[in-house]
């Protein structure tokens, strides 16, 4: 959708289910709907798995073997490390550049896609080896990239994957405890959910996110998430110690520091 607001000069070929074709058509998203993955990979140049994680760890090795030689492959899963192995399995083939664009919504299916959506958003790219960025393939999505406008972040693999375990993975994980502890707390004694205001509605919005998209990123980056969780229960227990003492406020001063950092990048 952003490729054709752009004016993007590209022939779109798609594949997903029959429903979601028709939307995707019908809206201009993709000019042409394949019948299966190999007749739409089959003469492409640029090859996006835009599935949950798992499937695309079943497609990789299937596109790879059905594209030309020439395409650049890349997908745009929360995890990459899986994925990164999976792809360099197989030397041969089309390059595969590991992408992840930092610009999820809570809510999915086409109905909620955006033109807009990657505007002003990290777009993490991931490749093999530092020297796949060096590809003539590799540079022009970058300039994909950058014309959708979102703001290319080359790293590696483990990097990537530990990174988000904490600036992703855990504000989903978070959202949803608070909102299941609620909703288990309620059932007990008397919560007026009449009284949520925005604060309690803006840390659970994650929540309203499906489980068939997270279980598959749980399940290939369950050691950083763990880590991380270990990490943030440490933290809620110095909280919960503090909570009489003036020993609080340096937990509310650090935090203070951190979102005007984040404020800066804005």
């Given amino acids: 959708m952003a490729l ?3 004016g993007y000069p590209a022939h779109r ?14 809206s201009g998203a993709v000019h042409e709907a394949a ?36 395409a650049l492959i890349t997908d745009v899963g929360s995890t990459k490390q ?10 041969d083939g089309p390059l595969f550049l590991g992408g992840h664009p930092l610009a999820g ?8 896609a955006d ?39 080359v790293m590696d693999a483990a990097g990537h994957d530990l990174a988000v375990a904490y600036l992703s993975h855990m504000p989903q994980l978070l959202s949803t405890g ?9 059932s007990q004694v008397n919560l007026p959910l009449e009284l949520a205001g925005s ?25 950083n998430i763990q880590s991380a969780l270990d990490a943030m229960i440490q933290k809620l227990d110095t909280i919960k110690a503090h909570l009489s003492t003036r020993e609080l406020e340096n937990e509310f001063s650090q935090a203070r520091k951190l979102r005007e950092r984040l404020h800066e990048k804005d």
């Fill in 199 to 223: 604060g309690f509605r803006d840390l659970t919005r994650l929540a309203e996110s499906p489980y068939s998209m997270w279980r598959d990123i749980c399940l290939t980056n369950i050691e």
């Fill in 115 to 153: 033109a807009d959506l990657f505007r002003n958003a990290c777009y993490a790219i991931v490749p093999s080896s530092p020297a796949d960025m060096e590809d003539e393939r590799a540079k022009a999505f970058v300039r994909l990239v950058n014309l959708i406008g979102a703001l290319p972040y």
């Fill in 105 to 112: 919504k809570e809510r999915s299916g086409f109905a909620h």
């Fill in 13 to 26: 070929v798609g594949f997903d289910a029959p429903t979601v074709l028709e939307q995707a058509i019908e």
């Fill in 82 to 91: 899986r994925i990164v192995e999976r792809a360099t399995a197989t030397a």
């Fill in 4 to 6: 054709k607001k752009l």
């Fill in 35 to 70: 019948k299966d993955v190999e007749e739409a990979v089959r003469n492409s140049d640029l090859v996006i798995l835009a599935t949950p994680v798992g499937k695309i760890l079943d497609l990789v090795p299937l596109v790879k073997s059905s594209a030309p030689s020439r």
């Fill in 178 to 186: 608070l909102a299941g502890m609620v909703a288990e707390k309620s």
